[in-house]
């Protein structure tokens, strides 16, 4: 007589969290219950939307259950309810108590977007590239009461690389997320209890969340800087500058090592290949960017509508 299938829960809310929630449905585990948040007002009409998750969920004909918090008893008695062996966490948003965390026979696992214990929290993928980081990656971790301190079971790395941004970067850890949590419940079905590894005392940062207000650049700073803001901020909240005047959604520009004597902020030289901005330390090459109320448009669009942007940087040289 065959033994029972694995029985999980799983809970996630944003598309990051879609191919971990396929991955679980492929893997020969009965998924018995999805968890994700509340359906929020989204697009320009403010319409209720359900989460990336629960439509995915839907679509395969799981139960869906969308409680506004875990911390009730009767919140905590309905997921008990299911009987889970495992529940499985990828960026679902809600806290889970310790009495949450106890109800699994084999506990709760998070799919985390980070090498821990570096940027543990909300936003990884951006911190990571705005602090320069060479690497990145996953970490499939045993959840306890703190905030992403449990041991890690398994992990994947990453490189990051100049051409990376908020976008490419969380597809990347998306897939690769999927690819952990696939390796992880392969063993764990087969019998196997992975070892858990304690996350080292040192070298603990915190990933806050993003604030709309971090998009706008200072040319006072590094152009390095200022060029990871921009990749980091696409596609969300996207990097906001001012070009001769005009403030701007900046959506792609790259750093240049050169020397210059120009007030920052000013623009050095415009042409095709980009509008150079004077920076704090270096140039910071617009590529891409969005005018008020229009849509991301090339360098040369932008200069066809504002031709005298070649005539002031000429000046300004």
């Not at 209720?48 to 009767?74: C, D, F, N, Y």
């Amino acid at each position: 007589m065959s033994a029972p299938p694995l029985r999980l829960v799983f809970a996630g809310t944003p598309e990051f969290s879609v191919p971990c929630l396929e991955a679980c449905l492929a893997s020969g585990a009965e998924v018995v219950a999805v968890y994700t948040q509340p359906d929020r007002p989204a697009g320009r009409g403010r319409k209720l939307t359900p989460s990336p998750v629960k439509q995915a969920a839907l679509a395969a004909g799981i139960v869906v259950e969308q409680p506004e918090s875990l911390k009730s008893a009767e919140a905590q008695r309905l997921l008990a309810a299911y009987r889970p062996d495992l529940m499985v966490v990828v960026a679902y948003g809600l806290i889970l108590p310790r009495k949450v965390l106890a109800i699994p026979r084999l506990g709760c696992w998070n799919v985390h977007a980070s090498l821990l214990p570096r940027w543990r929290g909300a936003a990884p993928i951006q911190r990571a590239i705005l602090a320069g980081d060479a690497h990145s990656g996953v970490d499939l971790m045993q959840m306890e009461a703190g905030l992403d301190t449990g041991p890690v079971l398994l992990e994947r790395r990453t490189p990051i690389s100049r051409d990376d941004t908020g976008g490419s970067l969380h597809d990347r850890l998306s897939a690769l997320g999927a690819d952990v949590l696939v390796e992880g419940l392969r063993r764990t079905l087969a019998g196997e209890i992975l070892a858990a590894t304690a996350q080292p005392d040192d070298g603990v940062v915190y990933a806050h969340k993003l604030d709309k207000a971090e998009a706008k650049l200072d040319f006072n700073r590094p152009a390095i800087e200022l060029e990871r803001q921009v990749r980091a901020f696409d596609p969300w909240p996207v990097a906001e500058g001012d070009i001769a005047g005009e403030p701007l959604r900046l959506w792609a520009a790259h750093a240049l090592d050169q020397s210059h004597g120009a007030t920052p902020g000013s623009v050095l030289a415009a042409s095709r290949d980009g509008i150079d901005l004077a920076c704090g330390e270096g140039v910071l090459r617009v590529t891409a960017l969005q005018r008020a109320g229009g849509k991301r448009i090339s360098v040369t669009d932008y200069l066809n509508a504002r031709p005298e942007l070649r005539a002031l940087c000429a000046k300004a040289l």
